[in-house]
T-cell receptor, first 114, second 115 residues
Framework: ETGVTQSPTHLIKTRGQQVTLRCSSQ?????VSWYQQALGQGPQFIFQ???????GRGNFPPRFSGLQFPNYSSELNVNALELDDSALYLC?????????????FGPGTRLTVT | AQSVTQLDSQVPVFEEAPVELRCNYSSSVSVYLFWYVQYPNQGLQLLLK??????LVKGINGFEAEFNKSQTSFHLRKPSVHISDTAEYFC?????????????FGTGTRLKVLA
């Protein structure tokens, strides 16, 4: 059974640019959540996708957007990058969106904005 | 809104000694509680979870946690730590009321096991 994978592992972008991060969910999982983890902080919820629809959003501006595809993989897009967007971005998948379903985390993508 | 407090940012402890990492959450309504571990440059790995039932939860690697509803706490314990337990530990709460079951994380506790 393949776990959650994320790509790329690292990337460096310039302020004002746009970036797309990718996540492949664990086999059989239909729910993907994205988190931002700034240095020295706990992960912060960005949004969740369930069966290709957004199923909740955290306190992030609209320039953070996402997609979920029919195979339940997902993308996180960030427009107009700011220096504060530098962080580890974590993707987590779960069997369903319901309560108590464990979220399985990928290794993360480290984004550096200069 | 839910919040999670991890009172200790760093906990140094000698190898083979016991350790307790503290976690408090803000609400007494029904919640699901989790402890995750993060090793350097890696994602999060689930140690244990509380959904319902017995308040003492046993997890992987010899860790356990006790859910205390009256004190809104979910402290993590291990009776004897190893060097390999050195890592960042995160407590998280899931709010079934929100509908998204997003996880709300604490700021983490860095466990440093000393030889």
């Amino acid at each position: 059974e393949t776990g959650v994978t994320q790509s790329p592992t690292h990337l460096i972008k310039t302020r004002g640019q746009q970036v797309t991060l990718r996540c492949s969910s664990q086999s059989g999982h239909n729910t993907v959540s994205w988190y931002q983890q700034a240095l020295g902080q706990g992960p912060q919820f960005i949004f969740q996708y369930y069966r290709e629809e957004e199923n909740g959003r955290g306190n992030f501006p609209p320039r953070f957007s996402g997609l979920q595809f029919p195979n339940y993989s997902s993308e996180l897009n960030v427009n107009a990058l700011e220096l504060d967007d530098s962080a580890l971005y974590l993707c987590a998948s779960s069997l369903e969106a319901g309560g108590g379903y464990e979220q399985y985390f990928g290794p993360g993508t480290r984004l550096t904005v200069t | 809104a839910q919040s999670v407090t991890q009172l200790d940012s760093q906990v140094p402890v000698f190898e083979e000694a016991p350790v307790e990492l503290r976690c408090n959450y803000s609400s007494s309504v029904s919640v699901y509680l989790f402890w995750y571990v993060q090793y350097p440059n890696q994602g999060l790995q689930l140690l244990l979870k509380y959904l319902s039932g017995s308040t003492l939860v046993k997890g992987i690697n010899g860790f356990e946690a006790e859910f205390n509803k009256s004190q809104t706490s979910f402290h993590l314990r291990k009776p004897s730590v190893h060097i390999s337990d050195t890592a960042e530990y995160f407590c998280a709460v899931s709010d079934p009321v929100s509908g998204t079951y997003k996880y709300i994380f604490g700021t983490g506790t860095r466990l440093k096991v000393l030889a």
